[in-house]
């Protein structure tokens, strides 16, 4: 689900509207539960929203992560 919460982020970056309800919405559960589950694994939503503009920001310029 990691990596499919990712792909989300990356599709929804350039609009600039990234929110924990959008993403809870795409992948059809419960705000609160996604982020029980964010918790669960040591993250949160902002800390994989960075993560995900520092790899794109790596592959423009053609830095390897």
Same mark, same amino acid.
């Given at each position: 689900?990691?990596?499919?919460l990712?792909?989300?982020?990356?599709?929804?970056?350039?609009?600039?509207?990234?929110? %924990?309800?959008? &993403?809870?919405?795409?992948?059809?559960?419960?705000? #609160? =539960?996604?982020q029980?589950?964010l918790?669960?694994?040591?993250?949160? %939503?902002?800390? &994989?929203?960075?993560d995900v503009?520092?790899?794109? #920001? =790596?592959?423009?310029?053609?830095?390897?992560?």
């Amino acid at each position: 689900w990691l990596y499919r919460l990712k792909e989300m982020i990356t599709v929804a970056l350039p609009s600039g509207r990234v929110s %924990l309800p959008m &993403i809870a919405q795409q992948l059809q559960c419960h705000p #609160r =539960a996604l982020q029980r589950q964010l918790k669960a694994q040591g993250l949160t %939503l902002q800390s &994989i929203i960075n993560d995900v503009r520092h790899a794109c #920001r =790596a592959f423009v310029i053609g830095y390897p992560l």
